[in-house]
């Protein structure tokens, strides 16, 4: 569930940087496939989306600000006419806000190398890199982290004559996360951070009529591409009139998949690292029912990433499951302000309670994540409203403590409310009858994938890549305070 994001407000989720998508496919329509499979991963970032389309001699690329279907039609996918491609949605996180420079792909045109890089996640050494490029003559627009990687493998691809010799050598430089595609006008590139923090898979086209690399497999599904693997840790793949190559670019580190993405980001219908993410929220209900079990009447998931682990619970409690929130599936993120005047009339713009199903009910509500705690709140208030009996709140992921530098926007530390407040001042500020997080042993318990090697910093404060100290001085609370925001709100609570 995400929150609506105004103007000068924080959204009250963990929310996704963006995805990426590329296909290498002679004689298909590699812009509209593209188009297609944005389309599947708008969930990941509604800010802009772009697409890039190589012919063998030359890019051409459409992006803009607005989601897939406002930025493509007809005309626009016919002018994108090649057989490599490399789309990208994006959520800002990393340098410039939404605009149109910031959108992806970036192209990169330095002498007679010509490249389209779209990126999802965050590099942490960024700003030494722009420096570096900055006073070596380059010029950069938007200032982000992909842009300023797309910069660097085309200088370096320019000095090495060789473009795969150009990334590999920027993947020995990039700290942080990232999952990137990148088009040439020939060949479609696709490489990973050496942890593997932020997914990328790769299918095939039936009939072997071509390849599609994805953030998540529900790109693949939508344009029929059959899932092959993921693309691993450090490996940077090749895909052209030659075929297939990879190499180990960089040598693989500790494995840490971003375990969030089972939690909320994914959708329900993907598959990461073999486990299905469905599968994985609804054993995360299971795991809370025996971790904080309670006495009630039904099992209601806030929709639509807490419905399949209200399931779950449902399943391993006893207790009913139902339909007893409504969400508005036609509001997206909106930048237009309701009036403070329609803020006091309770202006409702994506969740609604069914009063006919809860009134009177004592409920377990399932919801994904508690991040600022706001979202929490409201809802609280609205199945109060609504005439429920009593609210217990379970939740999918454990606190929220930490905040993320690899893609994800978290604040910092100082809003987030289980860095500040105890689990009772929460429940109290929040206004539930209990409230109760899924455990950390048991979030990895729900997941258990192919492999056990995950990112859990966002609840442990395990970063998997060093923390530059201008992030950390920025970013984290003296141990033991509590920040001004919540010191406030502590006193209204008495």
């Known amino acids: 569930m995400s929150g609506s994001v105004f103007p000068g407000q924080r959204p009250d989720r963990l929310e996704e940087e963006c995805a990426v998508f590329g296909v290498y496919a002679p004689g298909e329509d590699v812009a509209r496939m593209t188009c297609f499979g944005l389309q599947a991963l708008q969930h990941r970032g509604q800010e802009s989306a772009g697409i890039a389309v190589g012919d063998g001699e030359t890019i051409m690329a459409t992006k803009d600000l607005g989601l897939v279907t406002q930025v493509f039609d007809e005309a626009s996918l016919a002018a994108l006419s090649g057989f490599v491609a490399a789309g990208h949605v994006r959520y800002s996180t990393s340098g410039a806000a939404a605009s149109w420079e910031a959108a992806q792909p970036h192209i990169s045109a330095i002498d007679d190398v010509l490249i389209a890089l779209a990126h999802n996640g965050t590099l942490v050494n960024t700003a030494a890199i722009k420096a570096r490029l900055v006073g070596a003559g380059e010029s950069l627009r938007a200032g982000t982290d992909s842009e300023v990687a797309a910069k660097l493998i085309g200088k370096i691809t320019r000095e090495t004559h060789h473009l795969r010799d150009g990334i590999r050598a920027v993947m020995q430089q990039l700290e942080g996360a990232y999952a990137m595609v990148l088009a040439s006008p020939s060949s479609l590139y696709a490489f990973r951070d050496p942890n593997g923090i932020r997914p990328l898979v790769i299918g095939e086209l039936p009939e072997g009529r ?178 429920a009996a009593e609210v217990h709140l379970r939740i999918e992921s454990p606190e929220v403590k930490w905040p993320c530098f690899y893609g994800i926007d978290t604040d910092t530390q100082d809003q987030l409310i289980s860095a500040n407040l105890t689990l009772e001042q929460q429940r109290r500020w929040i206004g539930a009858d209990s409230l109760a997080y899924i455990s950390l042993p048991g979030l990895h318990e729900a997941v258990s994938a192919d492999h056990a090697g995950y990112c859990d910093a966002c609840f442990s404060g395990d970063y998997v890549v060093g923390v530059p100290e201008v992030a950390q001085r920025r970013s984290f609370l003296e141990p033991g305070t509590v920040s001004a925001k919540w010191r406030a709100e502590l006193e209204k609570l008495g």
Not at 252 to 262: G, L, Q, T, V, W
Not at 272 to 293: H, T
Not at 301 to 330: F, H, L, Q, T
Not at 345 to 361: D, E, H, M, T
């Open 210 to 387: 071509g390849w599609v690399v994805s953030s998540e497999t529900c790109g693949l599904d939508i344009v029929g591409a059959r899932y092959v693997r993921d693309v691993e840790p450090g490996e940077l793949v090749r895909f052209n009139e030659e075929g297939v190559s990879s190499e180990q670019a960089v040598p693989a580190r500790r494995r840490a998949a971003c375990i969030f993405e089972y939690v909320y980001f994914a959708r329900p219908d993907s598959v990461m690292d073999g486990r299905s993410v469905y599968q994985a929220r609804r054993a995360m209900g299971r795991i809370l029912a025996r971790e904080a079990p309670v006495e009630a009447d039904l099992v209601l998931g806030v929709p639509d990433s807490g419905v399949p682990g209200a399931m779950g619970y449902a399943e391993e409690s006893g207790i009913p499951y139902s339909d007893g929130i409504v969400k508005n599936r036609y509001v997206g993120r909106t930048f237009i302000e309701p009036t403070q005047a329609m803020r006091q009339l309770g202006i409702r713009l994506k969740l609604n309670p069914l009063p006919s199903v809860i009134a009177g009910k004592r409920l377990v509500v399932v919801d994904d994540s508690i991040v600022r705690g706001n979202t929490s709140k409201k809802l609280v208030q609205m199945l109060r409203e609504a005439g």
